[in-house]
């Protein structure tokens, strides 16, 4: 019998003013049209690290690993919208988070887990996927509209993050917290 993969990433949370905000900003895109799906606001998180699918025993290992990462209390903030595109077709609608400390924060994981055999991030991106895009019209307007939209710059402090299980529904993905990680 095969053992039970585990599709799992690392991560921030954010605060339930933030996820009101996103909502704010994602009634606002859905007032163009666009094929696609919104993120669920039960969702919405910062990846710091993807780590696919992997054994219960590499999970134990990825824990102890992150268990070694020190790290102080820092701010995060919500800037601008924008759009990644695939071959000129917009694709995920995302929110940036600033905060240098996120950028320091996912290098130490990304060294961590370089230890136990994961490749390092080619570019991180500090941000929030808030809407995926399969299909849109007007691609240019569509791009104008995202960027144009205007974002309270709500900041919050961070002191902990967490390594989640994925699970893929046809109803979404659910997240469930394997361990969490605090500042020191």
């Known amino acids: ?23 704010r900003i994602q009634e606002i895109l859905s007032n163009k049209p666009f094929q696609g799906k919104i993120t669920g606001l039960e969702n919405l998180h910062l990846t710091l690290k993807f780590l696919g699918e992997i054994s219960e025993k590499k999970v134990e290992e990825v824990k102890e690993e992150l268990k070694k990462i020190s ?62 895009i399969k299909h849109v019209k007007d691609k240019k307007a569509f791009r104008e509209y995202v960027e144009n939209i205007k974002t309270k710059k709500i900041s919050w402090k961070v002191n902990e993050f967490f390594l989640k299980k994925s699970e893929l529904k046809e109803s979404g993905p659910v997240y469930t917290n394997l361990e969490k990680f605090s500042s020191t």
Do not use: Y
């Open 1 to 23: 019998m095969s053992e039970e993969l585990i599709r799992s990433f690392i991560c921030l949370e954010v605060p339930s003013e933030v996820v009101k905000e996103v909502a």
């Open 71 to 132: 790290f102080s209390s820092f701010e995060a903030k919500i800037l601008e919208t924008g759009i990644f595109s695939f071959r000129g077709n917009p694709k995920i609608v995302w929110i940036k988070v600033g905060g240098k400390e996120i950028f320091d924060l996912q290098r130490k994981i990304d060294e961590a887990m370089l230890k136990i055999g994961f490749k390092l991030e080619e570019r991180f991106m500090s941000h929030m996927t808030i809407a995926r």
